[in-house]
């Protein structure tokens, strides 16, 4: 609770990188967020919320389970959010 302002504050400085992501994928049809570990529930929550507000289909999949499936489901011009720190 104690980090919540810093990181609000982070979110804020970065307006224009977060807006420029938005106007590249707001016509996509589908979009993927890659992750691993903990970054993967953020990676489900994210999918989630695109889905909630902007009814885009999205999924969300642990990085290395990609080579069993879901890595042919992917195209050259589609938007993949990978998550990791």
Same mark, same amino acid.
Not at 10 to 23: C, G, M, P, W
Not at 35 to 64: V, W
């Given at each position: 609770?104690?980090?919540?302002?810093?990181?609000?504050?982070?979110?804020?400085?970065? =307006?224009?990188?977060?807006? &420029?992501?938005?106007?590249?994928?707001?016509?996509? =049809?589908?979009?993927?967020?890659? #992750?691993? #570990?903990?970054?993967?529930?953020?990676?489900?929550?994210? &999918?989630?919320?695109?889905?909630? /507000?902007?009814?885009?289909? &999205?999924?969300? +999949?642990? &990085? #290395?389970?990609?080579?069993?499936?879901? /890595?042919?489901? /992917?195209?050259?011009?589609? =938007?993949?959010?990978?998550? +990791? +720190?």
């Amino acid at each position: 609770m104690l980090e919540i302002p810093a990181k609000v504050s982070i979110v804020l400085e970065n =307006t224009d990188v977060i807006k &420029s992501f938005a106007q590249r994928i707001h016509k996509e =049809t589908d979009v993927f967020f890659v #992750g691993r #570990g903990l970054d993967y529930a953020a990676c489900l929550e994210a &999918s989630l919320k695109l889905k909630e /507000i902007s009814y885009i289909h &999205s999924e969300a +999949y642990q &990085s #290395g389970e990609l080579k069993h499936g879901p /890595i042919a489901l /992917i195209e050259d011009d589609m =938007t993949v959010v990978r998550n +990791y +720190y």
